[in-house]
């Protein structure tokens, strides 16, 4: 190792100088505990695969709610805003 750190070259050109396999040299540079990060640039990339959550909306069935009483009888459909249909009933109890 000490005669790669002194060589001025690439590591490939030290390896093909030193008649050594390059992944033996990375695997023994690697087992002494020498190991460092790759500078080189990578022509691959990893695609993060990363879930992804969609709120999904159901249609909801239209239906209507029937009030009825001896006089009188009233349809509503269930898409209403209830405090209009909390108001209305609070007025027709008066």
């Not at 695997?27 to 020498?34: D, E, K, M, N, P």
């Not at 790759?38 to 695969?49: L, Q, Y």
């Amino acid at each position: 190792m000490e005669l790669h750190t002194a060589f001025s070259g690439t590591t490939k050109q030290f390896c093909l100088e030193h008649t050594i396999p390059q992944q033996s040299f990375y695997a023994r540079r690697h087992s002494i505990g020498l190991s460092k990060p790759s500078t080189t640039k990578r022509t691959s990339s990893v695609v993060k695969n990363e879930a992804k959550f969609i709120k999904a909306q159901l249609p909801v069935p239209a239906s209507t709610i029937v009030l009825q009483t001896h006089h009188a009888q009233l349809s509503l459909s269930t898409q209403c805003d209830p405090l209009w249909l909390a108001a209305l009933l609070k007025g027709l109890a008066v």
